[in-house]
């Protein structure tokens, strides 16, 4: 049942209907199985400008996920919340602690050379840029 939910609900995000995706998906029962609808939940509520209620959810996600490539896409994801909330330490403490853990890529620094930017911090936005580039 519930993955007839959650399959109705993908599609509905696909088509760009997130309102109606996030209805479906916040009306299910769900389970610590389910816990693959904290990830839908959460990308809605970004895509509708709620960025709290989506780091929430993505994190309920990354309590329960194990999967290294889907939590460093979340990392990547709340951070990028961080950004449009102006939280750009919060933000800047995600992707060093995707760093430590031995994530790299552009978009990682990217985000990174982003945020020491917004905090006037422009050598080190400088150098992030250009590791990205580099990549």
Do not use: P, W
Not at 3 to 32: P, Q
Not at 51 to 61: A, R, V
Request: charged content about 25%; glycine content about 6%; hydrophobic content about 35%.
């Amino acid at each position: 049942m519930n993955s007839d939910v959650l399959r109705e609900a993908i599609k509905d995000y696909n088509n760009g209907d997130y309102t109606k995706a996030l209805t479906s998906l916040i009306v299910c029962d769900i389970s610590d199985d389910d816990y693959i609808f904290y990830y839908y939940i959460g990308l809605c509520y970004i895509k509708l400008k709620d960025y709290g209620q989506g780091i929430d959810n993505l994190e309920l996600f990354l309590d329960r996920d194990d999967n290294l490539l889907r939590i460093f896409q979340t990392r990547m994801l709340i951070s990028y919340s961080y950004i449009a909330i102006e939280m750009y330490d919060k933000s800047h403490r995600t992707l060093t602690g995707l760093l430590e853990s031995g994530f790299e890529s552009a978009k990682l620094y990217s985000l990174l050379g982003f945020t020491y930017f917004k905090q006037n911090l422009l050598h080190k936005s400088i150098k992030n840029y250009r590791k990205a580039l580099s990549i």
